[in-house]
């Protein structure tokens, strides 16, 4: 099966710094990966996904971008972050077919602060 | 487009209490569905799921069952334990033949299991 991780696991950085956390996947190849945001108390948004290398996709306008440099690699990066940046951030991957489920990271926490 | 809706909670239960998380969702064909649980600090874990009407995903004594004449994919346990404390998360998921491939997630319901 599917592992993924992603580090650090808890960040702590001021306003108007930059960013960047990796997700890496094992387990399978040609993966559907997923950026998602948990803020405190709320449900998933979902960031960014990628179906390959170099194909991103964002989903809500912001402050963050994506990039996937490698099949199995999956990078969350900021220029300068905000304080409404801070949350949980959560890695996932998935095989294309509609019924495999998605394989979460254990998540970053990021405050900002 | 696909929606997911869930009790959000929080659901505050005795422990051995009989356990029902609703969840409902609005789709345009026929997703498959997922139960998830998040402890806390740590990522979202698969629960069980169900691919198709009538079946029945279980899995740690948590049942739930895809019902199309409802829409609906009710988690259910029959005696729940402390350590069952957690977030549970309902989700769809559709076919598109690329892209996102229509996941979507409920909003999350808390539970709470006193002892």
């Known amino acids: 099966s599917q592992t993924i991780h992603q580090w650090p696991a808890t960040l702590v950085q001021p306003v108007g710094s930059p960013l960047s956390l990796e997700c890496t996947v094992e387990?399978?190849?040609?993966?559907?990966l997923y950026w998602y945001r948990q803020a405190a108390g709320r449900g998933l948004q979902l960031l960014f996904y990628?179906?390959?290398?170099?194909?991103i996709s964002s989903e809500v306008p912001q402050n963050l971008s994506a990039s996937r440099p490698q099949d199995r690699q999956f990078i969350l990066s900021s220029k300068k972050l905000l304080l409404s940046d801070s949350g949980f951030y959560l890695c996932?991957?998935?095989?294309?077919?509609?019924?495999?489920?998605?394989?979460f990271g254990n998540g970053t926490r990021l405050t900002v602060t | 487009g696909d929606s997911v809706t869930q009790m959000e909670g929080p659901v505050t239960l005795s422990e051995e209490a009989f356990l029902t998380i609703n969840c409902t969702y609005t789709?345009?064909?026929?997703?498959?569905l997922f139960w998830y649980v998040q402890y806390p600090g740590e990522g979202l874990q698969l629960l069980l799921k169900?691919?198709?009407?009538?079946d029945k995903g279980s899995n740690k004594g948590f049942e739930a069952t895809y019902r199309k004449e409802t829409t609906s994919f009710h988690l259910e346990k029959g005696s729940v334990q402390v350590s069952d404390s957690a977030v549970y998360f309902c989700?769809?998921?559709?076919?598109?033949?690329?892209?996102?491939?229509?996941?979507?997630f409920g909003k999350g319901t808390h539970l709470i299991i006193q002892p």
């Open positions: 387990g399978t190849s040609n993966p559907n």
């Open positions: 789709a345009t064909g026929y997703p498959s």
């Open positions: 996932a991957s998935t095989r294309s077919s509609y019924n495999s489920p998605l394989h």
């Open positions: 989700a769809l998921r559709m076919y598109s033949g690329g892209g996102a491939d229509g996941l979507t």
């Open positions: 990628s179906v390959g290398i170099g194909q």
């Open positions: 169900a691919t198709k009407a009538d």
